[in-house]
Structures are given as structure tokens and as C-alpha cells.
């Protein structure tokens, strides 16, 4: 089966932001409701919209969702400039193996577009370098494990099949995402921080190391 599109998640799985997403929404829920978040409670929300997150996270404390939703900005953009982001190791590598085949290739995030356009910029990724299109929670009805970021990705591409895209990411949410959407192949990444045992009970058709080997399965897929 040829793939026609290659739609990936963001960080934790093409980008290396070492978890600063997480900790910067933990601690925007919890400078709202003055109680600590913890780690089950976000794990679950790993990959979502941020906004969804949010909201899920406040359960009903009195906090508006686009007040917490600024601080979590705020404080993501400190810890982006403390630390910037870089690429997982080959994934550029990866990208540009698959554009020069022909494949397209769309990034899909949980992150605003305001936001995800930010961190391509520190990467000095854009549409028509090593990416084709850029998908963001914001444009969609809903996050994931909806699968409409990947539909949109499609119709940005000119995609008209789900059997020939593959999607992959580094959360349960990804691969529900990539079920949901029908995609050909759906594919957790070990890069991020979930692992391959909570990855290994969601529907998926593969489990890989990183980004950078999904060259080398579609070669050996033909």
C-alpha cells in the first residue's frame, strides 16, 4: 500500500521540548485552583487540546479556562526560551527522506496555532521546507482521540484516503486519533513519555523507537 501522507504529533514525538508542556500546564491548573496537579491526572491528557486539557483539569474550579489557558502560554514560552526546543535525533533526516518520495508530510498538535507556530520557528521548520502543513487543536471542532486534525491534514495535503496515511505519536491519544481516522497505519513512538507497555494497549499497527524509522518500514512495506 503506498502512503500518500505522513502525519506526525509534535512534541515528544518530531520535537524535543524535554516534558516543559506538561509542567507548564500542571502548573497553570494549579496556580488557578491552589492545589498540585498530578502526574496521573495530566498523563491523561497527553496529546489533547491544551484547551480541553484545561478545562478537564480545572473540574469545575472557578477558574475561566482562558485565563489559565494565557498563564499556561506564558509560562511555556519562559521555559522555551530558557531551554529551546530542538529536533529528535534523524527526524529531520526522516522528513526530508519522505518529501523526496513523494509523501507528504503534516505536523498535528494539541498546541493553539499562535503557539505551535512559535516552536517551528525556533526549529526553522515551515510549510514548503521539511513540512507540508501545519494542523493545530484550535482549527478543529475537537482534539484528539477525535480524528479531525488528521482529516484536516488530509484535505490541506490533497489526501482523499485514510488507507493510505500513516500517523504517528508519542501518546495513547495519537494512536485513538489515528484509529478513529482510519489511517493505514497508526504507529506509537517511543520517544516521548509514555511507554511501550501503556502504548501497547492502544490499538496501533506498529511501535517504533523514533520518527526517524518510519523511512526505513515504508521501504520495507513497499
Not at 501545519?134 to 490533497?158: N, Q, S, W
Not at 504507529?187 to 524509522?213: F, K, M, P
Request: hydrophobic residues 45%; glycine residues 10%; charged residues 20%.
Amino acid at each position: 500500500m503506498s502512503i500518500d501522507l505522513v502525519a506526525l504529533d509534535m512534541a515528544g514525538t518530531t520535537v524535543q521540548e524535554g516534558g516543559a508542556v506538561y509542567r507548564a500546564l500542571a502548573d497553570a491548573v494549579a496556580a488557578a485552583t491552589g492545589s498540585p496537579v498530578s502526574s496521573n491526572d495530566v498523563r491523561r491528557w497527553m496529546g489533547a487540546d491544551k484547551r480541553e486539557a484545561i478545562a478537564a483539569l480545572l473540574a469545575g474550579a472557578p477558574a475561566e479556562v482562558d485565563t489559565v489557558f494565557d498563564d499556561f502560554r506564558t509560562r511555556l514560552a519562559a521555559a522555551y526560551t530558557a531551554e529551546p526546543p530542538t529536533a529528535l535525533p534523524g527526524v529531520e533526516s526522516a522528513l526530508t527522506d519522505l518529501r523526496a518520495r513523494g509523501i507528504k508530510v503534516a505536523l498535528t498538535t494539541g498546541f493553539s496555532r499562535d503557539v505551535a507556530e512559535n516552536l517551528l520557528a525556533v526549529l526553522g521548520w515551515k510549510p514548503g521546507g521539511c513540512i507540508d502543513a501545519l494542523i493545530t487543536a484550535d482549527e478543529v471542532a475537537a482534539g484528539r482521540p477525535a480524528p479531525y486534525m488528521i482529516f484536516r491534514a488530509m484535505e490541506a495535503t490533497g489526501v482523499h484516503s485514510a488507507d493510505r496515511v500513516l500517523t504517528a505519536g508519542d501518546t495513547v491519544l495519537d494512536l485513538r486519533a489515528g484509529t478513529n481516522a482510519g489511517a493505514h497505519y497508526v504507529i506509537g513512538v517511543l520517544t516521548g513519555s509514555q511507554d511501550a507497555e501503556t502504548l501497547g494497549q492502544e490499538r496501533h499497527t506498529h511501535l517504533l523507537s523514533s520518527v526517524a524509522e518510519i523511512p526505513l518500514l515504508l521501504t520495507r512495506h513497499g
